[in-house]
């Protein structure tokens, strides 16, 4: 299962901005410039216990990351939908754009019960170009991923993590009321995982890279 990269800076960035700038929405708290307050400590710092093991996020460490993570974008599966497949410097700039940035992405690498098998980018959806083609709301949060190994993948894995991680970004983000994503529409297996983690479909958005099936996965309504 495939995501799709949050700033995809090696080509025209969506609402045409470079990958390491946020937008900045009128009437927003943070829209004055400077670093944002988003997501430098990665919401599954502590390890989130799921069926399928013990998950956590780390952010990216490049000089150690860089060899797993390339090899990951040259996997043709991956490769079709990420578009970064090449020489490492190819994967290197892509994330480094996020670790240098103002701080409303953070690319991480998922755990489970400790060895690496997945890449995540978790950000402020509401700072990204992406808030230029939906109803953007305060602190949403969006999220982006691969599975490395082809072994992790079709067999509900991708679902089970989304699950999790949606829930504890929820429940340690008081501000954010929804964690939304845009893959591919034509990556259908990663659609069912986000519908499986308990996302809905909110429609189709043309991008300028894509077009994406927007999901959102809203905070539940508090008891009455």
């Known amino acids: 299962m495939q995501g799709q990269p949050a700033h995809p800076d ?6 045409g901005r470079a990958g390491r700038h ?3 929405l009128r ?23 799921t069926p399928a093991g013990e998950f956590r996020l780390r952010p990216v460490r490049l000089r150690a990351d860089l060899e797993l993570l390339a090899g990951w974008m040259n996997d ?16 290197e700039r892509h994330v480094r754009a996020q670790l240098d940035g103002d701080g409303r992405s953070l690319p991480c690498l998922g755990l489970l019960d400790g060895t690496p098998m997945s890449y995540w980018e978790v950000y402020r959806a509401d700072l990204d170009p992406l808030a230029a083609h939906y109803p953007a709301r305060p602190h949403d949060t969006g999220v982006h991923l691969l599975l490395g190994p082809a072994e992790s993948r079709s067999r509900g894995l991708g ?11 929820l429940r340690e983000r008081p501000g954010c009321e ?6 591919d529409v034509r990556n259908r297996r ?3 995982a986000f519908e499986r983690a308990g996302f809905r479909s909110a429609g189709e958005l043309d991008l300028p890279d894509k077009r994406a099936a927007l999901m959102v996965r809203a905070r539940p309504p508090h008891p009455a």
Do not use: C, K, N
């Open 10 to 15: 090696q080509r025209p960035g969506r609402a």
């Open 159 to 169: 679902a089970v993590l989304l699950d999790a991680l949606a829930e504890r970004i």
């Open 27 to 49: 009437g927003h708290p943070e829209s004055a410039g400077g670093r944002v307050t988003t997501v430098d400590d990665p919401p599954g710092r502590v390890a989130i216990p």
């Open 190 to 192: 990663s659609v069912r």
């Open 178 to 183: 929804r964690v939304v994503a845009e893959p």
């Open 76 to 91: 043709p599966e991956i490769a079709a939908f990420w578009e970064l497949a090449g020489p490492p410097a190819v994967t």
């Open 22 to 24: 946020a937008v900045r």
